[in-house]
């Protein structure tokens, strides 16, 4: 064993102990000792010899609402950026049985967010809607996933409404060009890569029932809240998300050539828009999840000294860092259907390990749920990030991983 296994061996049993002492200590508001559930090892839902992922970035639901089927994507394409010309499978897995059906297949994904499939609330144990490129356009289909049914709405998305009923799209074109391994291949929309700041582009909130959309912020509205641009520069949105009860939605406005951050949320109906953090190019923002309709978190770099999960609520500065220091690092956070836990994980360690972790959000006390390595050849623009995600009864925790050698899909279930 070397040193470095040897030292992140002491610290990770450490940290379980720690955790369980907390855990063991910690009341909630009735004085009753708190707990942490019972998780099992990781098992895969999907085997080689092709590569497998879900079908939707972290924190959205990829799982029926009976918690009997999973969303993932299936492709050949290994250690190398996809292009339109690379289509995916977008399939279901049976969880009792592993068996996996293809249903459809999408030339709009990318290896960080998938096809961004989405279980809709208006049926979410048949219906789901994803992304696609037909007849040259980016479009969003939405599939009885029992009858094969299928309607097309002439927009991508990238958030959908917790109701299912409305949703929100970007330009995945311009992201193509602006941060490259979130759009994708093809001329699908106009990327406007000559226009720093458009005011025909930004945040389209899609009807879902009609398919029509409406562009309710421009990315022209956030020039008087992001650094100046370089000659060069050209300024993009990415990485929204509606609120539990789909009154809000967060995302980042970013640009190129240097990365930088601000966090927003906006009222759906285009009101009240909020920057997250004070000082907000030096606070930034990378990863988000709501904890109800007003209580966000967002990695930040807290008071501009250290990246961490930062928890607050929209329009009110009441900043708390979760995880008692445990967690000071810039992880994908997303929390349970109830809110009582978030799961979060770290990027490659120097051993090439990611690191998964359960809080609970009580006591802060911390869980690790085990390492896994990422091979180095999985880096780049083709990277396996875990990126977690919660099934909708709050029975499994799912993430990607490619520890084996590949990249498959994987579920912890809590007991």
Request: with cysteine; charged share 20%; net charge negative.
């Amino acid at each position: 064993m070397s040193l470095f296994e040897r030292v992140w061996k002491v610290l990770f049993t450490a940290t379980f102990v720690w955790s369980l002492m907390c855990c063991t200590a910690g009341e909630d508001n009735q004085g009753t000792t708190v707990g942490f559930p019972d998780v099992t090892e990781a098992r895969p839902i999907t085997g080689g010899p092709n590569e497998h992922l879900y079908a939707s970035y972290y924190g959205i639901n990829s799982f029926s609402a009976n918690e009997r089927y999973a969303t993932v994507l299936e492709t050949d394409v290994r250690h190398r950026l996809p292009t339109e010309h690379d289509p995916a499978t977008l399939g279901l897995v049976d969880l009792t049985t592993r068996e996996l059906r293809p249903i459809a297949q999408t030339r709009a994904w990318n290896f960080q967010q998938g096809c961004m499939a989405h279980w809709l609330g208006t049926s979410p144990d048949s219906l789901i809607i994803y992304n696609d490129l037909r007849q040259g356009k980016f479009v969003s289909v939405i599939r009885n996933v029992f009858t094969e049914e299928a309607r097309i709405i002439p927009h991508p998305v990238s958030a959908v409404s917790p109701d299912g009923t409305q949703a929100i799209s970007i330009n995945f074109a311009r992201l193509r060009e602006t941060r490259t391994d979130y759009g994708y291949g093809g001329a699908g929309q106009d990327a406007q890569t000559d226009v720093p700041f458009p005011d025909n582009d930004g945040l389209f909130l899609i009807d879902l029932q009609s398919g029509e959309a409406e562009l309710i912020f421009a990315i022209s509205d956030v020039r008087d809240y992001v650094p100046q641009l370089p000659p060069e520069g050209r300024e993009y949105f990415n990485h929204t998300l509606f609120s539990r009860d789909g009154s809000k939605v967060f995302f980042l406005a970013r640009a190129i050539p240097e990365r930088n951050t601000v966090a927003f949320t906006i009222n759906s109906d285009c009101s009240d828009l909020q920057p997250c953090f004070p000082g907000n190019t030096e606070w930034g923002g990378s990863h988000f999840d709501w904890l109800s309709g007003d209580d966000l978190m967002v990695t930040a770099r807290y008071r501009n000294e250290i990246y961490t999960h930062v928890l607050f609520t929209v329009g009110q500065q009441n900043y708390q860092l979760l995880g008692n220091g445990l967690l000071d690092f810039d992880g994908h956070g997303t929390f349970s259907p109830d809110g009582r836990w978030m799961v979060t994980h770290t990027y490659p360690d120097q051993l090439d390990d990611n690191k998964i972790f359960l809080m609970d959000m009580r006591t802060q006390a911390v869980l690790p749920l085990g390492r896994f390595r990422e091979p180095p050849e999985f880096r780049g623009y083709w990277r396996c990030d875990i990126h977690p995600r919660w099934s909708p009864g709050g029975k499994y925790i799912g993430f990607n991983s490619t520890h084996t050698g590949s990249r498959q899909a994987y579920v912890f279930e809590l007991q």
